[in-house]
């Protein structure tokens, strides 16, 4: 079966960095894209970045220059470098793999930033 395991949230003081990441099996983790998706209380869940299974990558606009999506297909693995992280970047992480009809989540990481 398919499992998707995100790891890297912790509490982290404004401005600085975290590196998420999702371990992946069950997939031929090569044919999937991937994502990152956030939800914060009171929001709903939006998503953040996305990498193809060729590479072309697209970020929210709340993120641009700051957050960089990367994947390590060796690896089964995908990342998300965040800096300078802000307040309004709190929010639980979800990893997510999809191709075809196959959509997938993980039980999310937390990522608290403080003020």
């Known amino acids: 079966q398919v499992q998707l395991v995100e790891s890297g949230g912790d509490l982290v003081q404004a401005g600085g960095s975290l590196r998420l990441s999702c371990s992946a099996s069950g997939i031929y983790f090569n044919f999937y894209s991937m994502g990152w998706y956030r939800q914060a209380p009171g929001k709903q869940r939006e998503l953040v970045a996305s990498?193809?299974?060729?590479?072309?990558?697209n970020y929210a606009d709340s993120v641009k220059g700051r957050f960089t999506i990367s994947r390590d297909n060796a690896k089964n693995t995908m990342y998300l470098q965040m800096n300078s992280l802000k307040s309004e970047d709190t929010a639980v992480y979800y990893c997510?793999?999809?191709?075809?009809?196959?959509?997938?989540w993980g039980q999310g990481t937390q990522v608290t930033v403080s003020s």
């Open positions: 997510n793999a999809r191709a075809g009809i196959s959509n997938n």
């Open positions: 990498i193809t299974s060729s590479g072309s990558t």
